[in-house]
C-alpha cells in the first residue's frame, strides 16, 4: 500500500498568507471595527443605554429625511445615467473613429483626474466653484450664482456631487469599457457588419431576418 506524499508547505506560500495580512489588519481597523461600532452607536443613546430602533425611527420621522433622500436619488439617477452614456460613447469614439496614437493620448488624459489625491481633487472643486476666482466665473454668473454661498446651495448640491463623481471616476470607466470593446473578436464584428449592423442601424434590427 503506497503512503499518500502530502506537499510540503513552502515559504513561498507562507509569503502569500504575510502580504495579505497588511490589508488584513488595515481592512479590520478601519473597515470591520468602525462598522460594528457605528451599528453598536446606532443601537444606543448617548448614555450608553440600548434603545433598540428608537434612533432609526427618529432619522425617518426628522423633517429633513425626505428631502435628504430626494438629494441622493437624484445624484444617483444622474451619476448613472450620465456615466454609462458617456462613458459608452466616449470609448465606442475612441475605438473606433480615433486613430491608436491620439486614443491613447485622450485615454490618459481621462484617467487623471482619477489618479489625483483626494485633496487634490478637493482643491481643484473649490477653485473651480468659486464665483472669485473660477475660470468658468461667467457661465456661474449666467446661472445667478455670484457668490459662494450661492453655488452651494442645498438645491445645487445634487448637480455639483454628481459632476464631481463623474469628473473622478469617469476616466477609469473609460479605460475599462476601451478594453472591454478590444477584447470582441474581429470575427463577431465581421459577422455583425454582414448582418447589417452599423452605427445608423436601429436595434435588433438584421438583415438575416
Known sequence: MRRRITPRRTGRGRAGYFFVAGYALLLLAFGVFPTGYAFYLSLTNDRGQFTGLNQFVKVVQDYRFVPAFT??????????????????????????????????????????????????????????????????????NAMGMKTFAAVLAPGNLPLILMLIAFWTGAGGWMVVMYGALNNIPDEVLEAARMDGAGPGAPPGTSRSR
Open 71 to 140: 438629494h441622493m436619488l437624484i445624484y444617483l439617477v444622474m451619476w448613472l445615467v450620465t456615466l454609462v452614456v458617456v462613458v459608452v460613447l466616449t470609448a465606442v469614439v475612441l475605438r473606433g473613429r480615433v486613430r491608436p496614437g491620439t486614443s491613447a493620448l485622450f485615454r490618459f488624459l481621462y484617467y487623471i483626474p482619477g489618479a489625483l489625491a483626494g485633496v487634490a481633487s478637493v482643491l481643484v472643486w473649490l477653485f473651480m466653484l468659486d464665483p472669485d476666482v473660477s475660470p468658468v466665473s461667467w457661465l456661474l
